[in-house]
């Protein structure tokens, strides 16, 4: 078994024969940035070998490197099977995510599931040696309850405090402990998972912790996990359940450590995802929402025990799952219209929940339409070749002016790379300045005075055109591709925009608000998602952001059975469009790929 | 660590550091009687030193064990702790046991809770993906179903079965399964498991298979086990529930392969026990039943997810607990009560089970009072110097005349030692030839003339008397305590029987019949029973046997909802009296000890 020792981490790793370098680092917890799940396309599990010798250089290999890097050791580890003793650094580090929890919520009444209350329980005597079960139901005035409980009882004689989900006894506890009443709020995303604590009394957010996905090293986007499940069918279903399972349990073990709060106190959690996550979660079939036509095994919102999935909390807890509509109009896209009200108001408002998926609900006087575009991961940073996600780092926004290239990072750090708000930056940029083309080409370089400011800023390389961002021993540009990934993003997003509106009959003149939904959506300001037509120009000024509404809709179903109840029933309202299915889509998507107002 | 090589077996296994011999033999699986539970006292766990050294002999040991034993290296090997290099060799080895399955049982209509029906699944298309929960509530006319089923679909489209426990949505298979539907009936008894597999179509026994009840290890008796879980907190219950689950799956899976079944095909696992066993199969706590007031956790029928305990079967299986009547007439003896018919008699009937508890039920025109009583192992061969289980080897009967000593063994082998029934005929025997008197004593040698033919079988070791059973190398002989224990179980009996009598008041020549269930009941034949005074005479012509009515009782409510109901109907009407705890209960105890009819 060749050795590995990883330099930059002093960590020495087997490997087992015939395995790739990627499969071994990352199951050795070496973190290797991996979008594309090993499939030697993304080009991003970059490493360089310093010692020992490698099998050569593959034609994939030459063709996703620079030459540059080649030359410096640099190769792909999906693509190199080590066969000896090997000594490498890997070239990323991970870093910290800053993730947005705030949000929009409007007024509700606070009336959660969960309560407790003190009941007496009588003691046994010789003469009247009562099984516990019976005196507990006698305390109850009930006939019945889940045996499981018996299982799991505390001594419970005397006083004891019943702990009820609506009329569901699902918990005993010895004593009187009334004033320890805890739920966890969870938005479970693609690319990030956000939760926080809640104090069910209350309603405070008593803490909050968020990671990204750890679904990640399984595929970046859903179809990737969704085919990793297939190719696994021994124990690939149950290893993405654990996986989010277990990240999910470190989020509430260190949102319990952070307001001193005991697990055995945690009685709800709330869920908002999208609907493959939602299966994943709950260890579900994936496949039939991979594949034509696209039918989930469910989207009805779930009760289900925590432990059922392995979820901790009190032994009883239980977990609420919220609705979806179909496989691509999850129960986050169900809060977000239920958190902006789209289904109570009276305008026209259009609803946009921006990331590796666009989703958008349209609401015309109270009327919910809702379709789904495959934006790609691009606005989101990823699939973009010095792409990264919005860390410590990234450019987030870009400048470019006859005084040079202004870029603004994330940390105030040197620049890594752009993540998404930073790539529609410089797309905006490009369209304004005349760079790029209606038809998302770079103009040609002979087109420009050699005196021109932009003139430098483009670099030519046989056919290969690409923009100098930030020039020197670290450069950062982009390329054609890059553009390319934008303008699929963008063609996806605003069809389905004119898609929904032309379907409910309405002028874009007509929309009364444009709502943004999503962390990502969040960090994309109105002028870029104007300025490079991800949203017509007509919208700019009705441009809201609204947060992390999955998160606040799973909050609200935690302290409120009336907002489960009409989550429910907006989920059974909403009308889903299948965008694929609908006449003259194809059409459209072509039109919307287009960017008007390039020179 | 020490090493230690089992001669008889060519084994070697590795000492931990402290740990006693007996310890070390179980955990490797090396069979070692104990039915004291490594406490010392029962002197079963014999082993012979071959090669190395011990530390010095105790003075348990001492004595526990015989001149001649110690002479020839034999020790206890709960009261030894390896500290070098040892060769022994084990003096047991376990024999195959003879667990009668057959019984008597009433007629009635099958109508197994288990059904299973076909069902069209529209498919799924690009207009009207509609999630597989909803076709499938749809197919079923309901709303709702169990979440958990949609983590094992089959393919699932177009024709299905659905399974059903009554109304309860179990199962969807592919196709049509509907020939396919089975279960099985359980008994778990404190020393023995009995299974059977039923075909639920027919109610046709295919296979069935036994065994010791594997949580022996933890102790013989239920109290030894309540301890074992009580002085293991961490996982003492866990283990034992985990044990028994084992034991039934391993037993399940015999059947399976026996009959060519598949497990997937099992749909509910009836089970019968008493409630001590029930209590350890849930999971559930059994400090309560171990400690006054014993009153128990639960009585109350269960139905419960097989995988929800680890019992296999059909991923939505069932298991059916019958009901209890406290903590020490549990479902096992509901059954016997059900399956003999007491409550629909208008005679006087006594049921009684004899086993480590004898619990006694007595039908009066249809009221049923029951108590238990604490017998003790004595009739099962236990805690009686040469006792033994029923396996090959044991004597199972003995005449003894001028002529000489008659054993009948079972096998026809040499005879090793005394199974339950063998040690009532012995002292049956001593009675009508008058060794033992009226208080259980010996009578004093010198009483006897030297010609009499009784004289040699009385050997007298200083205040010891022994009656001499078989002579020569390896001699088995019957003490005054072997004697002491079995009249602590008629006493026991005994004065269970006359209490409930009493509190019925009824006089013993209105019993119409007295029905003696159980396996070790059933292979104690009257003039035993009688002769030994565990019941009276009076009752010597109305013995009948019921075989094992708990395994009978177990069958019926696999195949029938009514019986379901019944049993539970039978077990809340079931009076139970606390024998401890009623007017002049000693007295009565201390004059059943007496063997009346001795000379």
Redesign the interface.
Known sequence: MPDIFITNEGKRIQCDPGKDLLQVLLANGVFVDNPCNGKGSCGKCKIRLLQGQLPAVSETEKKLLKKEEMAAGVRLACLVVPEEDIEIETLQTERKHEILTAGYMPDFRMNPGISKKVLHIEK????N??????SLCHALGRKDLD??L??H?DTGEGKVTGVFNGTDLIGIETGDTTALIYGVAVDIGTTTVVTALIDLKTGDELASASMLNPQKKFGLDVLTRISYSLENPADGRKELQQTIVEGLNSLIEDMCSKAAVSRQNIYEISIAANCTMMHFL????TA?IGR?????????A?N?MAR?IGLQGATGARVYCLPSV??YIGGDIVAGAYVCQLEKSRENLLFIDIGTNGEIVLAKNGRLMSCSCAAGPALEGMNISCGMRAAVGAIEDVAITDGGIELKVIGDEAPVGLCGSGILAVVKELLRIGLVKKNGSFIKKEELEETDYRYPLLRVDGKKREFILKDGQEPLGITQGDIRQVQLAKGAILSGFHALLRQAELHINQLDKVMIAGQFGAHLPADSLVGTEILPAEVTDKIHYVGNSSKTGAYMALMSVEVKQELEALAKQMDYM?L??SAGYERLFAQCLQFEKAR
């Open positions: 046994p005597t010789l003469e040696p009562s099984p516990y079960e019976d045996w499981r018996l299982q009882l709950l260890g579900i079939d039939p034509s036509p696209y039918a989930p095994v469910f989207v009805k779930k289900v059922d179909s496989s299948e694929g299915a």
